[in-house]
């Protein structure tokens, strides 16, 4: 593949297919509290690949979901810096859904507010990686 197409693929930061223990009472859609369980470990894996701290979630902002979810489904989550402050990592997050044959279409999104911890808990200057 020539560099520059490589360089135009965005790499997603969790990949779910969605089975049916994940619905909600439709048994059709997905809950949307499992969609939020995925946010943050997607959101997570995007922090790890910029910083070197322990850390923790502090807050969602902005959460919606603008699309349903199916039962098969695949779901690809997108994350990518938004903000480096001095204990905390922004991250925005970015939810598409595909299913076989089909284009994907943006079902949800989000921002999610990471806090560095030190071994006591408490909020510690953010080590980012080089
Ligand atoms: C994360 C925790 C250590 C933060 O401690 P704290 O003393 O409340 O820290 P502060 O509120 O002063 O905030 C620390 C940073 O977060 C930012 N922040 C806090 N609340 C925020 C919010 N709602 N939106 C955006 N940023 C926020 C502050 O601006 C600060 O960032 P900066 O240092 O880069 O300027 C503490 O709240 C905690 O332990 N929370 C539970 C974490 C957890 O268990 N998460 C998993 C959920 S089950």
């Keep these: ?5 490589r360089k135009a ?3 997603p930061d969790l990949i779910i ?3 049916p223990k ?3 009472g439709t048994g059709k859609n997905v809950f949307g509290g499992v969609l939020m369980h995925y946010m943050d470990m997607a959101a997570l894996n995007a922090a790890r690949k910029v910083c070197c701290s322990t850390i923790v979630t ?12 199916h039962v ?3 779901v690809y989550f997108y994350g990518s810096v938004a903000k480096v402050g001095h204990t905390s990592l922004t991250i925005e997050l ?3 859904a595909l299913f076989t044959g089909t284009k994907a279409r943006k ?7 990471f806090v560095a911890v030190d071994e006591n808990e408490r909020p510690t200057r953010l080590e980012m990686l080089n």
């Excluded at 079902?107 to 507010?113: D, L, N, T, Y």
């Design 94 to 96: 970015e939810v598409f």
């Design 58 to 69: 502090r807050a969602f902002e902005n959460i919606l979901f603008e699309a349903p979810i």
């Design 22 to 24: 994940d619905t909600n």
């Design 1 to 5: 593949m020539p560099s520059q197409n």
């Design 72 to 74: 098969g489904d695949s």
């Design 17 to 19: 297919n969605m089975l």
């Design 9 to 11: 693929v965005r790499i």
């Design 107 to 113: 079902v949800a999104s989000a921002r999610c507010i």
